[in-house]
């Protein structure tokens, strides 16, 4: 979810008169217009045309399918500069050189991407508890440039269905859970940021054990062995 004053590039565009306006606002005024207005006229955001690895392509307009009001959360920021910044929720995604990554695991000197390119992350910090809001995309790749940082659309229903499951799991098999991630992450900061993570929900992580271990991170009697 995006902070309420996030700026967007917007297309509105109203079919009876064929006409289209292009001007900039925030997630929380789109938010107010696509509640009015919605159902009359159509809006649309600036985002890449495709998304290839390592290659973003050239800008587009999407249409917007909605925009959801998701209440006051924890935010954190992330920054390029001084002026080049934005606040979303934690698991908010924003692309990398070569992957989406949530808010909270990005780090210093990552190379995230932006409407003039990649840029070097120059930090992350808490933002404090914010209004949010997210967007629906109707079209590929569901991603959209916000305060001019590549960003990711909410696909909202899934991501609650998906949250919903990730906090089963690791509330009833957290040492599992833990294992699943530290196998599925190729970031070394964000390994780092899994191991921290097992030392406060209190999993004993052990090194190679000839006995125990396995090519990959391994659980046995709630203890993970490298």
Known sequence: CLAENTL???KIEDDEFDEAEFKKMTVSELNQDW???GSMISFYVKGPEWIKGTKVGPDTWHEVKAVHDNGIQDTVRIWTDSNTYIDATLDHKHRLSKTWKEAYRIHQNDQIWTDEGKL???GRRFAGKQQTYDLELETEPHAFYANGF???NSHSVAYSRL???TAYLKYYYPAEFMTALLNNEKDANSTADYLSECKRLGIEVRTPDANNSDIKYTVKDNIVYM
Do not use: E, K
Request: aromatic share 14%.
């Open 35 to 37: 509640n009015r207005y």
């Open 150 to 152: 590549l960003t990711h």
């Open 163 to 165: 949250s919903y499951v």
């Open 8 to 10: 967007l590039d917007v």
């Open 120 to 122: 070097t992350v120059a």
